[in-house]
């Protein structure tokens, strides 16, 4: 470590690189690839003695951070607009005689920034003295503790000691301003970022600020409450614990929190996101920034799937007699065995045999059941394919993020039954025909009321065999004769296919509730057990599977097939985000 | 077999029993056999612990015997495996001090010392620390190195029966104890050291009452040498038992008491000083045969030179900072953390996010109670270990009993055991 | 003091080395795994490194080649210190990697070994009783290893402790 510690900026740790991993676009964004500009559209900088080509109009900040080079910030944000409001970004430019706001300041040619001179570091701690000034002292209590810009650039930057000897101005705590956030005036810096959030992401003008100097204040508009359907992005664009959602407020403290990447199971855009998790459960879900899906932000609908994590959960194997009975609790091992053997007695029969793929479940199950399903036509039997998932809800779309199809692997079902494939409508008539005399679904959603419900459960009921991998618990599952439990989206290792049939990874974060597996496993179980498939790849691990499926649903003639870009990615060691670095 | 009192058979020295190897039987007893041919016998198995009353860790020996000889012997530990190297990747470099403390929890400021120097190693800040923590360093270190010696040659006696220099010694230990216990805050888990110095500076009238407590061991330890060097009994049961030549310890990766028992003048204080070593006359003290006596009384002259280091420190130790004046490093004070947001937030950052390392990996080694006790630190810039891995020096030594003890007689094992010194919380991890 | 080694041994193995670093103060030297034994040899051999301080591994998840197995020596006549590290490979759902044991070249490796086999999954061909030390026979996995959950729970095992 250089000789200087105290003005030493903190070293990027290696760890940065591990997190920039998770940051980055998963498998099949394909917009990722960095097309080269053409020269004429770059301009030479340099940046602290070191030449730099970035591309004309980007500010100075953006080319500092593009090329390493560290410049505190707290208003700046790459995905909204910059109005310089902070002055914590303040660089010199050679020529210029006082120092500009880097994230206002357009690159030029021929420009020489100095981002680590005497003046310029004065300036930032100057900022952060001010900043500080009137900032309660709240970090025990406060929520975004441990995640906090103001901390972090306070810690790599600043290490002064207070020369204040007057009280703090006050300021309303805890106001209640929306129905997911809680307002801390006192703490707020005044960056705006928050504002241009609803105004720029949302479309709607629900934040502003009011009184003036030391009094100026964060408040809602006249008559207005936080209320959009993105209103929870606030609370992540928020650089101190000024905006507290109200759902993860006082649960965890951010440190106690490791963060795995996924994909929200909320609808079929398919959002990036981190899972937080911490002492074996999930705590709450936020947008992972993909340029190419969600940019940095998600919905508020989307933030809550994860409370289907552990509620309602089906979390062990049943076998019974089917129509709603008691059923008797029994190990995964002995219930697949069981539901092996009442399948294959039913196809031996010369029975039609229904095969439900679930746009809930993911891409290396739904494949896994495709090559079952192809055996056993292979093999003479009858099989009918159906698409099913939860029901749509077209009020909900934007033109924003938010989907029509609550399902997030709906392409990926699709692709995998087949175009044979029937839908949900055409399994309520088959089922209602008697045509099916087995039912095999994985994944127990249905886009049914419950009046539709009612009216399917005799022919339910009339089924020979009726096996169901449910991750909930629910009426439908208990009229089957082989209930298996299933695991959710946040405790598997797979892959979606979002609307724009983009594959994207899914890792596992929590352990599985209970008995509960992969959907991909107890189909695999029971292709063995049924000795319909045995010992192929895809039954080995999800990632053998992945890269099977992916090979397999490749066109021959060496176009590029819905799956061209998918990539598995590579394993992540645990990150806890307090080794993280803060983030704000 | 009937551990406890030994029978006058079973006093004899190792070149002893070979002139009565032959069983002695009354006189009439089995006239009509053949008396010069040896007792039919055949290999039995028995399981020595994992908790047995005459072993001082947790350890299971299972032992295949052929009447009194051991013949194999598979050493089994783990019983007390806490995850050491695994928890240290999840904590900062702070918190690994209290995990430290229960590895070799008879000694654990060398343990405390060892962690915090690896770290300042890769800080790069080793030579910065101030003169004073350093000073400090070395006088906990070797009053715990005398705590851990103490704790080893007391049981020594123990072990063959002689009950009292046990007691006398653990009474010196306490003594001791209660000293550190009004530095640190803790009779055995200290967590006193700090990256960039220690805690808390010594307290008032630390240097008095070290004197005084060397001085009373200095008694103590004659005494027990009165009753134990010359006792007939012990020398039988540690001369010649359990011997290894110097070529074997070091193959083996023997280190510390042990290795220089064999005649290896290996000490790290002395062959790559740390700290302020290199300012304190001292001897190493090395034995000849390698044998359980010269692992004792290597030992015991260690305690002395211990003591000569503690008196020379107490004279030299200057006055002034007792922790490095970094504040990335070193915490703010409590007046500015509890009523500031600059000292609240340095105090906060340091605490959660821990001291940032830059990356890197370092290897620092000191001499610990049981030898070079090594850690291996792997950053990622982080304020935790990537990897932290114990160089453990009992676990190795650990690794070479059974070669000790195969062909010796089962009561052997006992004091050759604790002669290893085997300490389960260094050894288990 | 030690640097020397160093650069001898770069100078007698130049295709094994795959880099060498003295950060710290250690001089260390990564080299091929397949060479291994042959450089370990010559080091004992030719340079006096008689005493195997360290044996131990890191894993890198998601970097290639995922461990590193991590070697500290030291001559006990000129007490100058090399670290030597051989990096080895594993693929996510492959077989448990190998590296070749020096227990041959010193006796001190043993339990190391079985301590890396233990921890980290990576085998020692050639060791001649490569068992679990640490942790008990029925134990699943290999818990240093960075994708093993540091709050994984493992079943309670009975065990029948009359005599076998």
């Known amino acids: 470590m250089s000789q200087d510690l105290r003005n030493a900026p903190t070293t990027k740790p290696a760890i940065a690189e591990a997190l920039r991993d998770i940051a980055a676009p998963a498998a099949g964004a394909t917009a990722a690839t960095p097309v080269a500009p053409a020269p004429s559209d770059m301009v030479t900088i340099k940046v602290d003695g070191r030449e730099v080509q970035v591309k004309k109009g980007t500010n100075v900040l953006e080319a500092c951070l593009q090329n390493g080079v560290d410049v505190s910030y707290f208003c700046y944000h790459p995905g909204l607009s910059s109005p310089a409001v902070c002055r914590q970004c303040l660089v010199e430019v050679v020529g210029q005689p006082k120092l500009v706001p880097s994230c206002y300041t357009p690159v030029a040619d021929k420009m020489e920034v100095v981002t680590n001179s005497a003046r310029v570091v004065q300036a930032r701690q100057q900022m952060l003295e001010f900043t500080l000034v009137n900032h309660p002292v709240d970090c025990p209590i406060c929520d975004k503790a441990g995640e906090c810009t103001l901390q972090k650039l306070y810690d790599d930057w600043d290490h002064k000691g207070s020369r204040t000897e007057f009280d703090k101005v006050h300021k309303p705590k805890m106001a209640d301003i929306g129905p997911h956030i809680v307002l ?68 965890l403290r951010a440190w106690e929190l ?37 940019k940095y932000w998600m919905c508020d609908d989307g933030r809550f799937t994860y409370k289907e994590i552990r509620s309602r959960r089906h979390s062990g194997a049943r076998i019974g007699s089917g129509r709603g009975l008691p ?27 229904g095969l439900v793929f679930n746009a809930q479940a993911e891409n290396e199950a739904l494949f896994g059941l495709s090559q079952v399903a192809a055996k056993l036509e292979a093999a003479g039997a009858t099989v009918r394919r159906y698409v099913v998932g939860r029901k749509s809800h077209p009020e909900r779309a934007d033109k924003i993020l938010r989907h029509a199809d ?63 991998q449910a991750v909930h618990d629910s009426p439908l599952v208990r009229r089957a004769h082989v209930q298996l439990p299933a695991c959710t989206w946040a405790e598997v290792d797979g892959s979606f296919t979002n609307a724009k049939s983009m594959v994207q990874r899914i890792r596992c974060s929590v352990s599985p509730a209970g008995d509960a597996r992969s959907h991909m496993e107890l189909v695999s179980m029971i292709a063995k057990k049924t000795r319909w498939v045995e010992g192929e790849a895809w039954q080995k691990s999800p990632r053998q599977a992945f890269l ?18 998918a990539d598995w990615g590579r394993e992540l060691p645990p990150v806890q985000l307090r080794f993280a670095n803060s983030r704000g | 077999m009937v551990f406890g009192m030994p029978t006058p058979d079973e006093i004899v020295s190792g070149a002893a029993r070979e002139l009565r190897s032959r069983p002695q039987f009354p006189p009439g007893f089995g006239e009509d056999a053949d008396d010069d041919a040896p007792l039919p016998t055949e290999p039995m198995t028995i399981n020595m612990g994992p908790s047995h009353p005459a072993m001082h860790g947790t350890v299971r020996i299972i032992l295949t015997v052929d009447g009194e000889t051991v013949k194999e012997a598979d050493v089994q530990v783990g019983y007390l495996h806490r995850c050491f190297e695994k928890e240290a990747e999840y904590a900062t470099y702070t918190q690994v001090f209290p995990y430290t403390d229960r590895l070799n929890y008879v000694s654990p400021l060398l343990n405390n010392v060892g962690f915090a120097m690896a770290a300042e190693k890769l800080l790069g800040i080793s030579d910065k620390i101030p003169e004073r923590a350093q000073y400090i360093r070395v006088l906990i270190g070797e009053i715990s190195r005398i705590t851990d010696h103490l704790t080893c040659v007391g049981a020594s006696g123990m072990e063959v029966g002689a009950f009292t220099p046990f007691l006398w010694m653990i009474k010196c230990r306490e003594w001791l104890w209660e000293l550190l216990e009004e530095l640190t805050g803790a009779r055995l888990t200290h967590s006193y050291v700090r990256i960039g110095g220690v805690a ?33 009994i012990f020398r039988d049961r540690m ?115 821990g001291v940032k390392i830059p990356p890197g990996e370092a290897y620092s080694y000191t001499e610990g109670g049981n030898g070079e006790l090594g850690f291996y630190l792997v950053s990622d810039g982080t304020g935790r270990p990537y990897r932290c891995h114990v160089r453990a020096p009992c676990f190795i030594l650990m690794q070479s009993v059974p070669k000790l003890i195969i062909g010796a007689g089962v009561a052997d094992i006992i004091p050759t055991f604790g002669m290893i010194n085997m300490i389960g919380g260094e050894c288990d991890r | 003091m030690s640097k020397a080694d160093l650069d001898k041994l770069v100078a007698q193995f130049p295709s094994a080395i795959v880099s060498t670093h003295s950060n710290c103060g250690d001089d260390t030297a990564v080299i091929r795994s397949e060479t291994l034994l042959s450089v370990m040899r010559w080091l004992k051999g030719s340079l006096g490194f008689d005493f195997l301080v360290d044996l131990t591994a890191v894993d890198f998840l998601g970097r290639d080649p995922r461990f590193e197995v991590v070697y500290h020596l030291r001559s006990m006549q000129s007490g100058s210190r090399l670290r030597i590290k051989v990096p080895v490979a594993c693929s996510e759902d492959g077989p448990n990697p190998a590296v070749d044991s020096v227990i041959s070249i010193w006796p001190a490796a043993n339990w190391q070994e079985r301590e890396v086999w233990d921890m980290f999954g990576i085998k020692f061909t050639g060791h ?33 402790y009359s005599m076998e």
């Not at chain 1, 204040?217 to 109200?246: E, F, H, I």
């Not at chain 1, 219930?335 to 007695?345: D, I, K, P, Q, Y």
């Not at chain 2, 240097?207 to 200095?218: E, N």
């Open chain 1, 184 to 251: 801390d005036a006192e703490r707020c810096i005044l960056c705006s970022r928050c504002i241009r959030v609803c105004d720029e992401v949302a479309g709607v003008h629900q934040l502003g600020m009011a009184w003036r100097g030391d009094r100026e204040q964060l408040t809602v508009a006249p008559g207005q409450r936080l209320d959009n359907p993105y209103s929870l992005n606030t609370v992540d664009v928020c650089p101190v614990g000024a905006l507290t959602s109200k759902d993860f407020r006082f649960t």
């Open chain 1, 258 to 294: 490791y963060t795995v990447p996924s994909v929200c199971p909320g609808c079929a855009t398919g959002c990036n996101v981190e899972i937080h998790h911490g002492q074996g459960e999930v705590w709450r879900l936020v947008p992972r920034e993909n340029l190419s899906v969600n």
């Open chain 1, 327 to 353: 059923a008797q609790a029994v190990s995964v091992d002995k219930a697949t065995s069981f539901a092996a053997e009442r399948l294959s007695g039913t196809v031996q029969k010369g029975g039609t045999i």
């Open chain 1, 406 to 468: 609550m399902n997030p692997n709906t392409r990926g079902a699709q692709v995998f039954a087949g175009a044979g494939a029937g839908d949900a409508d055409a399994l309520r008539s088959d089922l209602g025909k008697g045509a099916l005399k087995a039912l095999w679904m994985v994944g127990e959603d249905l886009p049914f009321d419950d009046a539709v419900l009612v009216e399917l459960a005799p022919s339910l009921d009339a089924l020979e065999t009726f096996v169901v």
């Open chain 1, 548 to 565: 099977q499926l992916t090979a397999a649903v490749q066109p021959q003639d060496g176009s590029a097939g819905p799956f061209a870009s």
């Open chain 2, 200 to 232: 808390a500076d010594l307290t008032d009238n630390f240097a008095q009452r070290l004197r005084d407590v060397l001085a009373k061991c200095r008694e103590a330890m004659v005494d027990v040498e009165k009753l134990i060097v010359k006792n007939r």
């Open chain 2, 239 to 353: 001369d010649g038992v359990a011997v290894i030549s110097a070529e074997e310890a070091v193959a083996y990766g023997w280190t510390g008491p042990c290795l220089r028992s064999t005649g290896v003048p290996y000490d790290v204080r002395k062959d790559h000083p740390y700290l302020v070593y290199d300012r304190f006359d001292f001897d190493v003290p090395v034995g000849s045969t390698g044998d359980n006596y010269d692992r004792f009384a290597v030992r015991m002259e260690e305690m002395r030179q211990s003591m000569r280091i503690l008196e020379q420190a107490l004279d030299q130790i200057p006055a002034g900072p007792f922790k490095l004046d970094d504040p990335r490093i070193s915490l703010p004070p409590k007046s500015q953390v509890y009523n500031t947001i600059e000292g609240m937030i340095g105090h906060f950052k340091q605490i959660v996010d």
């Open chain 3, 128 to 160: 001649p009783d490569l068992r679990r030390v640490l942790m008990y026979e029925e134990f699943v996995g290999h818990p240093l290893r960075k994708d093993y959950p540091k709050e994984k729970r493992q079943p309670l095992i009975r065990r029948d």
